[in-house]
Nanobody, 114 residues
């Protein structure tokens, strides 16, 4: 089992930056991969960025060039978000894949004002 805890959300003006962190209860090197998802009110949850154990990263087209997913240390993955836009406003969720299971954090709010 994997417990995940997000931190770093908040309110920021358009054009600003935020850094989200996800602390895992086990080494991220033991996981198949980690990812960040987001869900805006009235919309489906969508994949924002993923990081495979190989180091491969993938991004949603809407965030390419603005967001970066990375490993901070053996237990933490971060999402650096630059040039934030009002459309980035959503609840952001950390996701981990371990063996055949998926695990989710509680989510953290990101609000971008225009």
């Amino acid at each position: 089992q994997v417990q995940l805890e997000e931190s770093g959300g908040g309110l920021v003006q358009a054009g600003g930056s935020l850094r989200l962190s996800c602390a895992a209860s086990r080494s991220i090197f033991s996981l198949n991969g980690m990812a960040w998802y987001r869900q805006a009110p009235g919309k489906q949850r969508e994949l924002v960025a993923s990081l495979r154990i190989s180091g491969r990263t993938d991004y949603a087209d809407s965030v390419k060039g603005r967001f970066t997913i990375s490993r901070d240390n053996r237990n933490t993955v971060s999402l650096q978000m630059n040039f934030l836009e009002p459309d980035d406003t959503a609840m952001y969720y950390c996701n981990a894949q371990f063996l055949t299971e998926e695990y989710w954090g509680q989510g953290i709010q990101v609000t971008v004002s225009s």
